[in-house]
T-cell receptor, first 119, second 109 residues
């Protein structure tokens, strides 16, 4: 009964390939996020969806495209992978979007991460 | 813009008390969160502050001063398992949620 799950956990691929990472949450949360954590451990938000609607789209290359088929799923597709894409990608969810009445709803629950290595 | 500063690394002794500071400059503020991240694992929620003052939760306490853009996480009775990175995050403002670079805490015997 994992709260936030991601697949795959490890992904090793060649430069130029296209790959997808899947995320699912069973917490009934409204908001989901994708983060990239680089080798220096800096956690940077990439995308956020609230009720399947894109809310945050940070400055990431167009090669990254999120997709939310429903509130419980947020997938990340990456085209033409580059060496610099190697990182750990975390999916997260929160009960509510930022700025709603109860700040506790902004608490984020993270998936286990996907370790992507581009060769 | 959004800017959050934390010390990069700290070392403390088992059984002691350690304070991890976080200063922030953001375009808006809803709340300040602390997360713990063990090596190779995902961040997990520790505490949050919305109003000024101290929030206590067992061995962990977190303090906030909104006027100073300052928070700290206080860990008491340190245990070896507390060795981890501690991430400060601020919600609100244009980017909505911003994480600091994290403080890697090493607890030594």
């Amino acid at each position: 009964d994992t709260a936030v799950s991601q697949t795959p956990k490890y992904l090793v691929t060649q430069m130029g390939n296209d790959k997808s990472i899947k995320c699912e949450q069973n917490l009934g949360h409204d908001t989901m996020y994708w983060y990239k954590q680089d080798s220096k451990k800096f956690l940077k938000i990439m995308f956020s969806y609230n009720n399947k609607e894109l809310i945050i789209n940070e400055t990431v290359p167009n090669r990254f495209s999120p997709k939310s088929p429903d509130k419980a799923h947020l997938n990340l597709h990456i085209n033409s992978l580059e060496l610099g894409d190697s990182a750990v990608y975390f999916c997260a969810s929160s009960q509510r979007w930022i700025g709603t009445s109860d700040p506790r709803g902004e608490t984020q629950y993270f998936g286990p991460g996907t370790r992507l290595l581009v060769l | 813009g959004q800017n959050i500063d934390q010390p990069t690394e700290m070392t403390a002794t088992e059984g002691a008390i350690v304070q991890i500071n976080c200063t922030y400059q953001t375009s808006g503020f809803n709340g300040l969160f602390w997360y713990q991240q063990h090596a190779g694992e995902a961040p997990t929620f520790l505490s949050y502050n919305v109003l000024d003052g101290l929030e206590e939760k067992g061995r962990f306490s977190s303090f906030l001063s909104r006027s100073k853009g300052y928070s700290y996480l206080l860990l008491k009775e340190l245990q070896m398992k507390d060795s981890a990175s501690y991430l400060c995050a601020v919600t609100g403002g244009y980017q909505k949620v911003t994480f600091g670079t994290g403080t890697k805490l090493q607890v030594i015997p």
